[in-house]
């Protein structure tokens, strides 16, 4: 992009006041523009709506599952969420056909989007007719020049202001209302940490945060060497989970994670995946930390293993399945091929329901290749009129061609899953672990030795398939890892020994099987490493 006023400066030099002046002119121009684009994609977004519903009242649907599939449209024409989607779509039918001042200023530039979304939502509790008042009074043509000098927290107050005085018993209504929705959530945050958020009442949170101050205060000043957020941190976990001070980190938490057997028994790089298992949702972690995961968790006998089948481009193995819904050992290959998040484009919710992309009803099977998890949603969009989907294949990967009723065409695909191991002594085809002949993959018990470690090129002495049945003949799948484990204080060297599934529990006085014992035991070997620290 050629900057105007500036076409033969290149980076550092000098501009002249007169054309930082200009850009700052075109800066603003462009805000209004922005403005304006949101207003029609408003405009558009309610006509589809009305259009679409108008259509499926003539087919006789049933008024409540009138449109549900436009805030998926939305969502995927916008780029976002289905449930951002389903936001815009809400908030545009107000702006359109109950505040038309406040989008004739988001129109003409006046109003930015955000602040026109924070006037539908601090008017949701009053009546049409006090909200086209307050409409009126802060977006009305004689107030356009005080709303443009006018700060979003003020503007907030205002109407808050107005509205305490047109409804004070609505006010009162909504207050009550939002006691009853108080509740605790939790969400991903960035680098491995997470957001445990309460939403409670002001009164209750501040005391609940005043003493959690206090308390970080009072431990800091005896020499406590954690910060004040830090103390507040872990004592509000220790509280929460009755754990005695300084031992935070003692609480046991299920993870699911899905790892690579490179990155978990050959000291490899390649990083792993939390799927949807954890109420945190999904995330990447490095290949060290997947490791202690597995570590703390083995050490303590809270882990089981199981292996997954991946051709080499990197697809699930097809599973088959009588059954009208999809078992519970599908159900969760479908979670860990999509890594838990939803399969709906530009969808980051977690999978809650297992679907059949050509619906059982016409003939889909219950497979694994005609299977995909979905958010309740998406899953309920898909089943409205002009709305299909079938399977295809990009990048040799598992894939979902959507078509609206529109026919505007969304292609999903299944994410890349964790590399297995690969070295230049097998084929590219033939996963090193692999037996190349016959089924038995997992008939004797290997420990790798350092030396195999250490050089990738010879093939590592470990048999993927732990307690399970190897390929079929004349198939060479790779493989991959899903673990699921408790996550414990963090230790230093630590043996990793694979336990039984949690309802085959181990005898706390087992003693431990010699090498010989251990080669005869094959659904539980003996695969003992030592974690670097």
Same mark, same amino acid.
Request: net charge positive; hydrophobic share 35%; charged share 20%.
């Given at each position: 992009?050629?900057?105007?006023?500036?076409?033969?400066?290149?980076?550092?030099?000098?501009?002249?006041?007169?054309?930082?002046?200009?850009?700052?002119?075109?800066?603003?121009?462009?805000?209004?523009?922005?403005?304006?684009?949101?207003?029609?994609?408003?405009?558009?977004?309610?006509?589809?709506?009305?259009?679409?519903r108008a259509e499926e009242a003539r087919q006789s649907i049933?008024?409540?599952?009138?449109?549900?599939?436009?805030?998926?449209?939305?969502?995927?024409?916008?780029?976002?969420?289905?449930?951002?989607?389903?936001?815009?779509?809400?908030?545009?039918?107000?702006?359109?056909?109950?505040?038309?001042?406040?989008?004739?200023?988001?129109?003409?530039?006046?109003?930015?989007?955000?602040?026109?979304?924070?006037?539908?939502?601090?008017?949701?509790?009053?009546?049409?007719?006090?909200?086209?008042?307050?409409?009126?009074?802060?977006?009305?043509?004689?107030?356009?020049?005080?709303?443009?000098?006018?700060?979003?927290?003020?503007?907030?107050?205002?109407?808050?202001?107005?509205?305490?005085?047109?409804?004070?018993?609505?006010?009162?209504?909504?207050?009550?209302?939002?006691?009853?929705?108080?509740?605790?959530?939790?969400?991903?945050?960035?680098?491995?940490?997470?957001?445990?958020?309460?939403?409670?009442?002001?009164?209750?949170?501040?005391?609940?945060?005043?003493?959690?101050?206090?308390?970080?205060?009072?431990?800091?000043?005896?020499?406590?060497?954690?910060?004040?957020?830090?103390?507040?941190?872990?004592?509000?976990?220790?509280?929460?989970?009755?754990?005695?001070?300084?031992?935070?980190?003692?609480?046991?938490?299920?993870?699911?994670?899905?790892?690579?057997?490179?990155?978990?028994?050959?000291?490899?790089?390649?990083?792993?995946?939390?799927?949807?298992?954890?109420?945190?949702?999904?995330?990447?972690?490095?290949?060290?930390?997947?490791?202690?995961?597995?570590?703390?968790?083995?050490?303590?006998?809270?882990?089981?293993?199981?292996?997954?089948?991946?051709?080499?481009?990197?697809?699930?193995?097809?599973?088959?399945?009588?059954?009208?819904?999809?078992?519970?050992?599908?159900?969760?290959?479908?979670?860990?091929?999509?890594?838990?998040?939803?399969?709906?484009?530009?969808?980051?919710?977690?999978?809650?329901?297992?679907?059949?992309?050509?619906?059982?009803?016409?003939?889909?099977?219950?497979?694994?290749?005609?299977?995909?998890?979905?958010?309740a949603r998406c899953n309920h969009a898909k089943q409205a009129?002009?709305?299909?989907?079938?399977?295809?294949?990009?990048?040799?990967?598992?894939?979902?061609?959507?078509?609206?009723?529109?026919?505007?065409?969304?292609?999903?695909?299944?994410?890349?899953? =964790?590399?297995?191991? !690969?070295?230049?002594? #097998?084929? $590219?085809?033939?996963? @090193?672990?692999?037996?190349?002949? %016959? /089924? *038995?993959?997992?008939?004797?018990?290997?420990?790798?030795? =350092?030396?195999?470690? !250490?050089?990738?090129? #010879?093939? $590592?002495?470990?048999? @993927?398939?732990?307690?399970?049945? %190897? /390929? *079929?003949?004349?198939?060479?799948?790779?493989?991959?890892?899903?673990?699921?484990?408790?996550?414990?204080? #963090?230790?230093?060297?630590?043996?990793?020994?694979?336990?039984?599934?949690?309802?085959?529990?181990?005898?706390?006085?087992?003693?431990?099987?010699?090498?010989?014992?251990?080669?005869?035991?094959?659904?539980?070997?003996?695969?003992?490493?030592?974690?670097?620290?």
């Open positions: 992009m050629i900057l105007p006023g500036a076409t033969d400066t290149g980076p550092g030099a000098l501009v002249s006041g007169a054309v930082q002046t200009e850009w700052v002119d075109l800066l603003g121009e462009l805000e209004a523009v922005k403005n304006t684009v949101t207003a029609t994609q408003a405009r558009l977004t309610v006509a589809l709506d009305e259009a679409t049933r008024s409540e599952r009138r449109g549900r599939g436009v805030p998926n449209q939305v969502g995927a024409a916008l780029r976002v969420s289905p449930h951002a989607g389903a936001g815009f779509v809400g908030t545009s039918r107000v702006w359109v056909t109950q505040m038309p001042h406040t989008f004739n200023a988001l129109r003409s530039g006046v109003l930015s989007s955000w602040r026109a979304t924070l006037l539908v939502r601090e008017t949701s509790h009053l009546s049409l007719e006090h909200r086209g008042l307050i409409d009126e009074e802060i977006c009305g043509p004689a107030h356009l020049a005080e709303l443009a000098r006018m700060g979003t927290r003020r503007l907030i107050a205002r109407i808050k202001e107005l509205a305490a005085q047109l409804d004070v018993h609505a006010c009162v209504k909504r207050n009550a209302k939002a006691v009853t929705e108080r509740r605790v959530s939790v969400r991903p945050a960035p680098d491995l940490m997470v957001y445990l958020t309460a939403l409670v009442p002001m009164a209750e949170g501040v005391q609940a945060y005043a003493q959690l101050k206090a308390h970080a205060d009072a431990v800091k000043a005896a020499g406590d060497e954690r910060s004040a957020g830090q103390i507040m941190a872990d004592t509000l976990i220790e509280r929460t989970t009755g754990r005695e001070s300084g031992h935070a980190q003692d609480v046991p938490v299920t993870i699911n994670l899905l790892v690579s057997d490179d990155t978990l028994l050959a000291n490899g790089d390649q990083p792993a995946v939390v799927v949807e298992g954890a109420p945190a949702g999904v995330g990447v972690v490095p290949a060290p930390v997947a490791r202690h995961l597995a570590a703390h968790a083995i050490d303590t006998d809270t882990a089981w293993l199981r292996s997954i089948y991946v051709n080499p481009h990197g697809r699930l193995l097809a599973t088959t399945s009588t059954s009208r819904f999809h078992p519970q050992g599908l159900a969760s290959l479908l979670r860990a091929r999509e890594q838990g998040i939803c399969a709906s484009p530009w969808c980051d919710a977690p999978i809650r329901h297992t679907d059949h992309v050509t619906p059982h009803t016409e003939g889909g099977p219950t497979s694994l290749d005609n299977g995909q998890g979905l958010c009129p002009g709305w299909s989907q079938k399977t295809t294949q990009l990048h040799g990967r598992h894939a979902v061609e959507t078509i609206t009723p529109t026919g505007h065409t969304y292609v999903s695909i299944a994410p890349a899953p =964790p590399t297995p191991a !690969r070295t230049s002594a #097998t084929d $590219p085809g033939q996963h @090193p672990s692999a037996p190349k002949n %016959g /089924p *038995a993959a997992n008939e004797t018990d290997h420990t790798p030795s =350092p030396a195999a470690v !250490r050089d990738r090129t #010879t093939t $590592p002495a470990w048999t @993927p398939a732990v307690g399970m049945t %190897g /390929p *079929a003949p004349g198939h060479t799948p790779r493989s991959r890892y899903q673990i699921g484990c408790h996550t414990t204080p #963090t230790h230093g060297t630590i043996a990793y020994r694979p336990s039984p599934p949690p309802h085959q529990p181990r005898p706390a006085n087992r003693p431990s099987r010699s090498p010989a014992q251990a080669r005869t035991r094959s659904r539980h070997p003996d695969l003992s490493w030592t974690h670097p620290t």
